[in-house]
Nanobody, 120 residues
Framework: QVQLVESGGGLVQAGGSLRHSCAAS????????MGWFRQAPRKEREFVGSISWNGVSSYYTNSVKGRFTISRDNGKNTVYLQMNSLKPEDTAVYYC?????????????WGQGTQVTVSS
């Protein structure tokens, strides 16, 4: 069992940066791949990116490549989403998730979600 608690997010101007954190409970955090998703108003939830259990491999959807970076600290049971060069279209509720496959739908654990609003 993994519980995920997110922090970060907020309001930022276009071109700015934000960092999300997702802290996990449980001793098995280091065995899980971790992912980030987002859901904009009136849109379906979409995969943003993920990182392997050991941090060696990461994957990103095309729209955020080169701007977003996912990292993790297994000693702190935390995964991070660094978002740079933000655009208004990045406005969404962002969720962290655990235990799934890149671009897949089999993510078993979810955080509560945090709002990111990018103003133009």
């Amino acid at each position: 069992q993994v519980q995920l608690v997110e922090s970060g997010g907020g309001l930022v101007q276009a071109g700015g940066s934000l960092r999300h954190s997702c802290a996990a409970s449980g001793r098995t955090f280091s065995s899980y791949a971790m992912g980030w998703f987002r859901q904009a108003p009136r849109k379906e939830r979409e995969f943003v990116g993920s990182i392997s259990w050991n941090g060696v491999s990461s994957y990103y959807t095309n729209s955020v490549k080169g701007r977003f970076t996912i990292s993790r600290d297994n000693g702190k049971n935390t995964v991070y989403l660094q978002m740079n060069s933000l655009k208004p279209e990045d406005t969404a509720v962002y969720y962290c998730a655990a235990g799934g496959s890149p671009f897949g739908s089999n993510w078993g654990y979810w955080g509560q979600g945090t709002q990111v609003t990018v103003s133009s």
